[in-house]
């Protein structure tokens, strides 16, 4: 019988899972660890393996004997080494489509907290401080003022819907894709150096990549205008922590609106206790319908691996196919 192993999740009970793979025949296993050691005794002759947070690099991948499939509870993949598995012959895949609204409607939430200072109202409230509007000055109207999106696929378009009614223009920066992809959404594609110099607010929609990781550095947020609104639900190793923490203080960036963080799940308290930071612990991506989407797409993708079928979504399809495997 095929042997499924999870790693880690951000649920507790796989009653549901337990039982969709005992219907296809295969045995389920739940390592219930971030930790690659601690799992690695199970996954070392499991047929497939779904990781959440716990990082499968070439290491322990190079130490498996019969895995065919690694599926990430997730958009991002960052945490599995693609290389690796390719070169073992293992599909990886991911589910890019199960939060894609989900996680546009927080960062929607987010940036609109941080334009209006909604934070700023609260804490004083919750101290006992009825503030007057001079508190917060200055808050401008949206309506004209310019978004700029680091990355425009799934989630990055939809934010782009959700603003253009709000009065937003959208600029965006994504060198993967064509000029009439921005149009027919609604932005107007530029650079990244345009994107910096042009944005009121600037939303962070692209993987974490060896080409993405720290970009947005002090240099980068020396360019940006000041009074900016800086988001980010992608991935925290895009940004530079620090450099960050210098704009807020420079005023550079006037408030920020973070779900993700270099060190997860103990992200640096400067950042998130610093007063223009409104932060929430990576959840942008929950709702109760996207988290069963979650769940069933990896768990479909497994047995269709196991039936010798193309899974839903392969990260590397095309270069196992094109090493023959």
């Known amino acids: 019988m095929p042997l499924v192993v ?15 793979f005992a219907e296809h025949k295969i045995e389920l296993k739940v390592a219930n660890t971030f ?9 070392v002759d499991a047929d497939a393996i779904v990781t959440n947070r716990c990082p499968l690099q070439r290491t322990i991948i190079e130490q498996l004997r019969r895995c065919r499939v690694i599926v990430r509870y997730g958009v991002g993949y960052d945490n599995v080494d693609v290389n690796a598995a390719t070169a073992k012959g293992i599909i990886v895949c991911n589910v890019p489509d199960y939060c894609t609204h989900d996680v546009a409607t927080h960062t929607v939430a987010l940036l609109l907290c941080c334009w209006r200072k909604v934070h700023l109202g609260d804490s004083a409230l919750k101290r006992g401080e009825w503030c007057r509007y001079t508190a917060i000055q200055p808050v401008p109207r949206t309506i004209g003022k310019t978004v700029g999106l680091f990355g425009f696929g799934r989630i990055g378009k939809r934010v782009a819907e959700l603003l253009y009614p709000l009065g937003f223009k959208i600029i965006a920066y994504d060198p993967y894709l064509t000029e009439e992809e921005f149009l027919l959404h609604g932005a107007e594609q530029v650079s990244f150096d345009a994107l910096l110099r042009r944005s009121d607010a600037i939303s962070l929609h692209a993987p974490l990549t ?12 020396s360019k940006m205008k000041r009074g900016v609104i800086f988001v980010n639900t992608a991935r ?8 960050l923490l210098w704009a807020l203080d420079e005023g550079i960036v006037e408030a920020a609106g973070l779900d993700v963080f270099v060190n997860e799940p103990t992200p640096n308290p400067k950042l ?15 709702s109760e319908e996207a988290i069963w989407d979650l769940r069933r797409k990896v768990a479909e993708q497994v047995v269709q691996v196991l039936k010798g079928e193309r899974p839903t979504y392969a990260v590397n399809w095309d270069e196992l196919r094109a090493r023959g495997t």
């Open 272 to 286: 998130v206790q610093h007063p223009k930071v409104i932060a929430t612990p990576h959840w942008a991506w929950y």
């Open 35 to 43: 930790e690659p050691k601690e799992a690695l005794p199970l996954l």
């Open 236 to 243: 925290g190793g895009i940004v530079d922590e620090e450099a």
């Open 210 to 221: 060896d080409e993405t990781r720290g970009i947005f550095n002090r240099e980068a947020f």
């Open 6 to 20: 999870i790693t880690d999740a951000e649920f507790s009970d796989f009653s549901w899972e337990q039982e969709f």
